[in-house]
Nanobody
């Protein structure tokens, strides 16, 4: 069983920064951040592999967002810089382990122009 607790987020102006946190309990292969804007499907943003630390970022956030992990705190972070209004969405952290998928509760990010 994996439990994920999201925190962070909130409101920012275009060009600003926010940091999201995902506290992880339980075993997992990777943690990914997804986002879902109103009227749109949930899509992957960034991912970190727990076995080797490799990270992946979607084209829309590459160079602006950074995913990282603090092993001591069992927490994964998503640092979001140079925010744009199109980054506005509910952000969820996600874990996959075996055949199971787990989701955090989601946190709202709103970017104004």
């Amino acid at each position: 069983q994996v439990q994920l607790v999201n925190s962070g987020g909130g409101a920012a102006q275009s060009g600003g920064s926010l940091r999201l946190s995902c506290a992880v309990s339980g075993d997992t292969w990777q943690i990914a951040w997804f986002r879902q804007a109103p009227g749109k499907k949930r899509g992957a943003v960034s991912c970190i592999d727990f076995s080797d630390g490799r990270t992946f970022h979607g084209d829309s956030v590459k160079g602006r967002f950074t995913i990282s992990r603090d092993n001591a705190k069992n927490t994964v972070y998503l640092q979001m810089n140079s925010l744009k209004p199109e980054d506005t969405a509910v952000y969820y952290c996600n874990s996959m382990y075996g055949s199971a998928t787990y989701w955090g509760q989601g946190t709202q990010v709103t970017v104004s122009s």
